[in-house]
């Protein structure tokens, strides 16, 4: 144990007691955190990273407990601390962000009260003074004009400068260590970026140490020097992240970065590479990761592996010099070059001056202003901007959910300018859509059967349905089980739901999808896996897409032509190579450097392949 | 059906299904459970205080209490039940529909709702009875119309939480019309609120029911019907307590019982 380490976790256990029994949610993790340090958790969800950054300050919901093990902070067990003593670390020395900025903000409060609050408890400052430190505090968060900053209510802020006013708070009590729960998930890349470098800044000059819990390995690579990989509530790889991330020696570890999209690569690169997705829990006697894992041997699932050194990094595997030796991951280069898309004489959809307004009076937004764009059969369109660019609301209007005020909306040619129940049922079964939230798009109080033959039935021209053969293979065309037809969806995981989803939208052949953000909500392994599917469907159905994604590393893999929207306008568009190489458009240039910012050093290269174009830098 | 199973461990939940389901069992079956018949008249036994042959004593009629309590569990239950029933159609109808369309219908409709339910129910129904003549159809359809409303605006807000979820919008995508999404799509998944709802409302209306026989505005004599029974022993409270006793009673075993039900509905 170092004495310069301000956190030091050792065996820490953690379990719920559920219906069903008792839950180990974290299992033995050790790990420490020096001063002005950061350490990174990665992980995907359910792999317990948010209940050990909550079992540290023992924040855990009423069910759970810390079953083994300690917290210490600076030589304090935590795990032991009476709740007064508890209650003046949490508030003087350990500060805290998690991931829904709205509510960690009293809606009743001025903003920088918030803050002056936190000097006058903490510092015993007056009024003014802690005044002034508040709104010192606001601009050093970046808050445009801090004085008026601080008489505003948290509901006048956008969602990102919430997020910082929260920070503030966090930052306000002078922490030695600042624990960050997603801090930036559902925020847009550019005001992302903004605050990733402001906690930079602030560990640069406080010497704070960071314990930074995210699922996205990009963010992490660039904030963190260290990194712990979770598994099943267990660490899996836990060392420098340099090393860690590009030399993987963790099976998992591997996985997760080798279904990254690689900086810079198109589908026409090469396919994703997801985890296989194994729900089986092989037991306590086996290392977990065995189901999914690709170097597994007879010894894996008869024996736990230890956190081993591996020299530099430690890691859960018995195998571990094989995983370095085996290398940075790869993408597998398509072995086929895709037929280019048939010029067609006639385009699919024609979209020409579409404008949709919200609200009335002086509290008008122009959600959509004169939207122009045409797409041709079997091109992908990626639509980017950030958050109330426009793009939701543009989608839903060709969809046929929202009316626009002006513009027309053309399929194949004939106007379909009216709502979606309107439209003929040719022009129905032309368009469909895959929603963002997995568990929103499927209604829950219906079997996977019912959901799916309601669909097909809906959209034939006869209205008869199909029977169970019929539905069983439209399951298995997007992996799934013909067993799952009997399922509700409550009983499928984020990305199963997804995929009946799509099933769903493909059911009838569609020659126009509109996909709205379709892996945003889901784990990276899974999210790989999806965009492969996506892939081979748009190929085999010859469909055209409008992809619609915050995430450009997405919409530049999947996406032939690019538009940029901002404030309800189309500001660029243009073949995908062309927007994202050389963009014209001074906005396109601050969206894409806040991604190039994100985008380090890890992730798969691709395998030199005969179409693969050599190596794409990552 | 695991929650129903835990519902039932809780003593107080299963103590209120029994005396839910005796009262239930005795309305249908009682014909054949009564000592002696509901309106038989026995000469000479009149204010007969509670004892072996009269367990609840008899009234000014020389009417056997016990038996006129037991025959008037079916009406209360039946008027009761109906009137919910009706009550519930039409106030999930119109909580579905206000709830979907939004906008000028909405807020009409939930105006006009609270404008009825400014109204104490029973001064309303009394009046409405007393223009239409008591009968029975007449009392389920006062009742129903008057506890609509409540109905109306708890389902609106369970459809709001659900309506703007994508698998409406996938639904409407495939063109299914209006009245194929309420019912379809968004009925289904506020089943749970409308059985709280329902047994919720039961209890109320059944105690209307009994208020509004008591008031005279009900089940006529000599049918028996316990509120009826209240008011016809009222005069004779002093020398003859057993009569008004037993029927408020009853009354309060099954509103109580049903109260229990809905409350711990509500909370699981």
């Not at chain 1, 990273?49 to 855990?60: E, F, N, Q, S, W």
């Not at chain 2, 009629?61 to 006129?68: A, E, I, Y």
């Not at chain 2, 039946?78 to 919910?84: K, M």
Request: aromatic content about 6%; charged content about 20%; some cysteine.
């Amino acid at each position: 144990m170092t004495v310069a380490e301000v956190l030091r976790v050792d065996g820490l256990t953690v379990e719920y007691r559920t219906g069903a029994g008792v839950f180990t949610a974290v299992r033995d993790v050790t790990f420490g955190i020096r001063a002005g340090e950061a350490m990174g958790l990665v992980g995907e969800s359910g792999s317990g990273k948010t209940t050990l950054g909550m079992a540290i300050v023992r924040y855990l919901a009423g069910n759970g407990r810390i079953a083994a093990g300690s917290v210490h902070y600076e030589g304090t067990d935590l795990v032991g601390l009476d709740a007064r003593a508890l209650r003046r670390i949490r508030g003087n020395d350990i500060a805290m962000v998690y991931q829904n900025p709205a509510s960690a903000l009293n809606p009743s409060l001025r903003a920088g009260e918030q803050i002056a609050e936190v000097y006058r408890e903490h510092l015993g400052l007056g009024r003014d003074a802690a005044r002034e430190r508040a709104e010192g505090m606001l601009e050093l968060v970046r808050l445009p004009d801090p004085h008026s900053a601080y008489e505003r209510y948290p509901h006048e802020f956008s969602g990102g400068q919430k997020q910082r006013i929260v920070i503030g708070m966090a930052l306000a009590m002078d922490p030695n260590l600042l624990i960050l729960d997603e801090p930036t998930t559902g925020l847009d890349v550019t005001v992302e970026a903004e605050i990733m470098e402001l906690v930079a800044d602030l560990r640069a000059q406080l010497d704070t140490a960071v314990l930074f819990i995210s699922h996205d390995i990009g963010l992490v690579a660039r904030v963190c020097e260290q990194v712990g990989v979770l598994y099943r509530g267990e660490l899996v790889e836990l060392g420098p992240t340099e090393r860690v991330f590009a030399r993987p020696t963790n099976p998992y570890t591997r996985g997760l970065l080798a279904c990254r999209i690689p900086t810079g690569a198109s589908k026409d690169t090469g396919r994703l590479r997801p985890l296989p997705q194994v729900a089986a829990d092989p037991g306590p006697d086996a290392c977990s990761f065995e189901p999914r894992c690709e170097f597994r041997t007879d010894r894996c699932s008869s024996e736990h592996p230890d956190l081993y050194d591996a020299g530099g990094q430690h890691s859960r595997c018995f195998y571990h010099p094989d995983v370095r030796r085996a290398g940075a991951p790869t993408v597998a280069a398509v072995s086929e070059r895709p037929r280019a898309a048939t010029a067609a004489s006639t385009e699919l959809l024609e979209v020409r001056e579409l404008r949709k307004v919200f609200g009335s009076g002086r509290r008008q937004i122009v959600a959509v202003d004169d939207a122009t764009f045409t797409l041709a059969p079997g091109r992908i369109v990626g639509v980017v901007g950030e958050s109330g660019s426009g793009k939701t609301t543009l989608a839903r209007m060709i969809a046929g959910l929202e009316e626009p005020d002006a513009g027309t909306v053309r399929l194949h040619g004939s106007d379909v300018t009216r709502p979606a129940h309107q439209r003929d049922v040719a022009a129905r079964r032309a368009l469909q859509m895959v929603f963002q939230h997995p568990d929103g798009t499927l209604n829950p109080a219906h079997t996977i059967r019912r959901i799916l033959r309601r669909q097909v039935q809906m959209l034939s021209d006869d209205r008869t349905g199909r029977d169970d053969a019929a539905l069983a293979d439209l399951l298995r065309s997007v992996h799934l089980e013909p067993e799952h037809l009997d399922a509700r969806p409550r009983q499928l995981s984020g990305g199963q739901q997804q995929r009946v989803a799509i099933a769903r939208a493909f059911s009838t052949g569609p020659a126009l999808v509109l996909l709205d953000e379709p892996t945003s909500a889901l784990d990276v392994s899974v999210q790989a896996a999806i965009l492969n599917l996506l892939i081979d469907l748009q190929r085999a159905e010859q469909a055209s897409y409008v992809l619609i994604s915050h995430d450009l590393a997405t919409v530049r893999y999947l996406a032939d032509d690019i538009l940029v929207m901002r404030r309800g306008e189309i500001v660029e568009q243009g073949p995908a190579a062309q927007v994202f190489d050389s963009p014209q458009e001074p906005y396109t240039r601050t969206l894409l450097s806040a991604v190039t910012a994100r985008a380090v050093d890890v992730g798969p290269v691709v395998e030199p392949g005969d179409a693969g174009g050599g190596a794409v830098s990552v | 059906m695991t929650a129903l199973r835990t519902l039932l461990r809780s003593p107080g939940f299963a103590f209120a299904v029994i005396v839910c389901a005796l009262w239930v069992i005795i309305a249908l079956f009682w014909p054949l459970l009564v000592p002696y018949g509901p309106t038989e008249q026995l000469l000479g036994s009149r204010y007969t205080p509670p004892s072996a042959t009269h367990w609840f004593g008899t009234d000014n009629l020389g009417r056997d209490v016990l038996s006129r309590i037991l025959a008037g569990s079916r009406s209360v239950l039946v008027v009761g039940l109906a009137s919910t029933a009706l009550a519930v159609a039409i106030g999930t109808t119109l909580g579905l529909v206000a709830a979907f369309y939004r906008g000028r219908a909405d807020e009409w409709l939930m105006r006009s709702l609270d404008l009825l339910m400014a109204f104490p129910i029973v001064v309303i129904a009394s009046v409405v009875l007393a223009m239409l003549g008591p009968s029975r159809l007449n009392l389920v359809v006062v009742i129903a119309v008057m506890l609509a409303p409540y109905n109306a605006r708890v389902v609106r807000s369970a459809v709001l939480s659900w309506r703007d979820r994508d698998f409406v919008a996938a639904a409407r995508m495939r063109g299914e019309s209006g009245p194929s999404i309420l019912f379809r799509e968004l009925l289904p998944n506020i089943v749970g609120t409308i059985n709280v709802e329902f047994t919720m409302r039961l209890a109320l209306s059944i105690f209307a029911v009994a208020t509004l026989s008591f008031l005279g505005f009900g089940i006529q004599p000599p049918t028996p019907d316990w509120g009826l029974m209240v008011a016809e022993g009222r005069p004779f409270y002093q020398i003859a307590p057993w009569v008004v006793v037993a029927p408020a009673a009853a009354i309060a075993s099954l509103v109580v019982a049903i109260n229990v039900v809905a409350q711990k509905l509500r909370s699981s």
